[in-house]
């Protein structure tokens, strides 16, 4: 059964860092856009960053610009989210995901089509 499975969330203080992992199996993820987006309670999935599968293109929300970094380790069949200064604004359960559309990726959660089961990042002192 195909499966994303994410790791790496926790508890991490203000201004700290996290790297989360999005493992693939069943499918390549460098055949396809995957996102990571996170939710917060009471609020909407959002988009958080992407990485498109043509040419490694990446894109983030602006309030993670300079903060995050998405990467791919194809040996891996693994996504990463490194993020660092990390705000309390930043805790949500954050959420890989697997988009079926050709072209550039995208951060809205539309095209995405298969999701993992969320880490939980909690930052707080």
């Known amino acids: 059964q195909l499966q994303l499975v994410e790791s790496g969330g926790g508890l991490v203080q203000p201004g700290g860092s996290l790297r989360l992992s999005c493992a693939a199996s069943?499918?390549?993820?460098?055949?396809?856009?995957i996102g990571w987006f996170r939710q917060a309670p009471g609020k909407e999935r959002e988009g958080v960053s992407c990485?498109?599968?043509?040419?490694?293109?990446?894109y983030y929300t602006d309030s993670v610009k300079g903060r995050f970094t998405i990467s791919r380790d194809n040996a891996k069949n693994t996504v990463y989210l490194q993020m660092n200064s990390l705000k309390s604004e930043d805790t949500a359960v954050y959420y890989c995901?697997?988009?079926?559309?050709?072209?550039?990726?995208?951060?809205?959660?539309?095209?995405?089509?298969?999701w993992g089961q969320g880490t939980q990042v909690t930052v707080s002192s």
């Open positions: 995901a697997r988009s079926l559309h050709v072209g550039q990726c995208v951060l809205s959660t539309g095209p995405y089509s298969n």
């Open positions: 990485i498109s599968k043509s040419d490694g293109s990446t």
């Open positions: 069943k499918f390549t993820l460098d055949y396809y856009n």
